[in-house]
């Protein structure tokens, strides 16, 4: 007999090395599987956010050169090479009514009188008029007077305005404006430069027209920057306009109700751990103060035993609930970590199959 007792307890130390290490491999083969198809997930979703990324730049792209040769089409009009009365406005108009729609804010139209350009015909939101200003020192005129740029497209940068508290990115394109076409009262083109037409282009409305509807699964928006780091389009109105790169924190304190900003360079997010437990509450399933599962032997030293486990334990990993098990972050003293979660999932799994083995 106590031989067979020896061979007995051997047999159960035996198989019970044998579980642990089951349960050591399932951990590992569960970090490695976890870890392989986070890496395949992640090449997916990166090689879908880059094909969306091309196809929209190209729509803006594409979006770019239909201004550009639109603009050339209004420079080749004689109501705007020779600003005949009334005509000029309506031409700007039939333009102005599309063209608004992808962020045209205003048609201008600069009048040259040898090296004077002093007015300017306008059409914008608010219509046509004339305006007197003193043009001979803006960038798109000195530009425009260059012979070698006839025919050619003026993209000037990007230049932030304020706008009611927020920044808007606008942009000038203009192209010089020869009298080269003939109509009934100019029968003959006298090919002269005569001034320059341009287009200010709201960025954050003509970007946003490509760029607003579009989504990259449940939360992922698109966003557009210049080549400085600068939002040109963003869903949140109060980043246009700024600087992409983090320069600092805004810091509210919850109990004063102050707001200050914190300068800093670089951050990591943090999500917060307040467990998606609600729907366990009713359940029998016992939670801990801040929501999380209170799980396998820790049931049993907080005072008073589980009233569901007066002939047993608890497993590792069981709940409150016997056959009810918890895994991963929703667990109380859990680590928190994406390994320790996946071993814990691939844990359950197996002391769940011993747990049906006994019902």
């Known amino acids: 007999m106590p031989m067979e007792k020896i061979g007995f307890r051997r047999l159960l130390t035996a198989l019970g090395i044998l579980i642990i290490g089951l349960l050591a491999l399932a951990f590992i083969l569960g ?5 392989r198809t986070q890496e395949i997930v992640s090449d997916d979703f990166q090689q879908q956010q880059l094909i969306l990324a091309k196809a929209t730049a190209r729509q803006i792209e594409d979006g770019l050169a239909f201004l550009r040769r639109e603009l050339r089409i209004l420079a080749f009009s004689p109501a705007i ?6 005509a000029w406005a309506n031409r700007m108009k039939v333009s102005f009514n599309e063209l608004s729609k992808m962020g045209v804010v205003t048609i201008e139209r600069i009048d040259f009188a040898g090296k004077a350009a002093d007015k300017a015909y306008v059409l914008d939101a608010g219509g046509p008029r004339l305006r007197p200003e003193d043009f001979s020192q803006a960038p798109e005129v000195a530009w425009a007077r ?20 927020h920044k808007t990115p606008f942009m000038i394109m203009a192209t010089p404006v020869y009298e080269e076409s003939v109509d009934e009262s100019h029968p003959r083109a006298t090919g002269n430069l005569d001034g320059v037409l ?6 954050a409305q003509f970007t946003g027209h490509y760029c607003a509807n579009i989504r990259s699964g449940r939360t992922g928006y698109c966003w557009v920057m210049d080549d400085k780091g600068i939002f040109l389009y963003h869903p949140e109105r109060e980043f246009i306009g700024e600087d992409a790169r983090l320069t600092g924190i805004g810091l509210l304190n919850n109990q004063t109700g102050s ?11 943090f999500v917060g751990l307040t467990p998606n437990t609600g729907f366990l509450e009713g359940s029998g399933v016992l ?22 486990y007066a002939d047993r334990d608890p497993h590792i990993l069981e709940t ?18 994406v390994a320790s979660a996946a071993g814990e999932g691939a844990s359950a799994t197996l002391i769940i199959r011993e747990y049906l083995k006994t019902i």
């Open 81 to 86: 090479q020779y600003l005949e009365d009334v």
């Open 287 to 308: 939670l801990d103060q801040w929501g999380f599962v209170v799980t396998g032997h820790d049931l049993l030293h907080r005072g008073e035993r589980p009233k569901d």
């Open 198 to 203: 341009l287009f200010k282009i709201d960025l």
């Open 146 to 165: 260059d012979p070698a740029n006839r025919g050619r497209i003026y993209q000037g940068p990007i230049i932030l305005q304020p706008n009611g508290g």
């Open 31 to 35: 970090i490695v599987s976890l870890k």
């Open 320 to 337: 409150s609930v016997p056959g009810i098990f918890a895994a991963g972050d929703v667990r109380d003293k859990s680590t928190k970590q």
């Open 259 to 269: 707001e200050e900003t914190l300068p800093v360079d670089g951050a990591f997010i």
